[in-house]
């Protein structure tokens, strides 16, 4: 399976960005697709995910302002109200049980306060 992330770039706090993923390959029974961040030193986070349910899942710290859909081939992430703590790469993942089994190579997100 292969993601291929489009989007991010750079924002002003308070701001929206939305960030695509596509999923080629095999993708048949993929569990989930969901999005992750890293920024330099820290562990990936996950931000929020969706199975092939629609079953949502978000982290505390985007819930009510971050929005996932899609799953199985495309899945897409609406940020709104960003922040200068939102700042890091996004990652796409796949997944055909619980946790992820496929990543996207990364895209950024900058949020300038």
């Known amino acids: 399976v292969q993601l291929v992330e489009s989007g991010g770039g750079l924002v002003q706090a308070g701001g929206s960005l939305r960030v695509s993923c596509v999923a080629s390959?095999?993708?048949?029974?993929?569990?989930?697709m969901g999005w992750y961040r890293q920024t330099p030193g820290k562990e990936r986070e996950l931000v929020a995910r969706?199975?092939?349910?629609?079953i949502t899942y978000y982290s505390d710290s985007v819930k009510g302002r971050f929005t996932i859909s899609g799953a199985n081939v495309k899945s897409a992430l609406q940020m709104n109200s960003l922040k200068a703590e939102d700042t890091a790469m996004y990652y796409c993942?796949?997944?055909?049980?619980?946790?992820?089994?496929?990543w996207g190579q990364g895209t950024q997100v900058t949020v300038s306060s």
């Open positions: 993942a796949a997944g055909r049980k619980e946790s992820p089994d496929y």
């Open positions: 969706i199975n092939r349910y629609g």
């Open positions: 390959g095999s993708i048949f029974s993929l569990n989930f």
